[in-house]
């Protein structure tokens, strides 16, 4: 499984973002797909994910309210929508799936997200 990210970029706080991961390789049936992202000298956290089946959600608590997670099955494309965003959330952003629930086992090659003040 290849995954590629993209959408990211410099915005001001308070503007948006939509972040793309789309997936290539052989079939593609996960169990989740998630966000994460790294800031400069912190370590790598979690920030979303979504059930590949179903409509299950989660969020990190720091962008709850702020962020959606949506997936196109028929594009193996996850989404996420960044909204009011704050300088915190400069980061790398890593997509990944997880094709069992029991870990995230392929990862995208990140996207930087800037958001200035």
């Known amino acids: 499984v290849q995954l590629q990210a993209s959408g990211g970029g410099l915005v001001q706080a308070g503007g948006s973002l939509r972040l793309s991961c789309a997936a290539s390789g052989r079939t593609f049936n996960p169990y989740l797909m998630g966000w994460f992202r790294q800031a400069p000298g912190k370590e790598r956290e979690f920030v979303s994910a979504?059930?590949?089946?179903?409509?299950?959600?989660f969020f990190a608590d720091s962008v709850k309210g702020r962020f959606t997670i949506s997936r196109d099955n028929a594009k193996n494309t996850v989404y996420l929508q960044m909204n009011s965003l704050k300088p915190e959330d400069t980061a790398v952003y890593y997509c990944a799936v997880a094709p069992t629930m029991t870990k995230y086992d392929y990862w995208g090659q990140g996207t930087q997200v800037t958001v200035s003040s």
């Open positions: 979504i059930r590949w089946s179903g409509s299950n959600t």
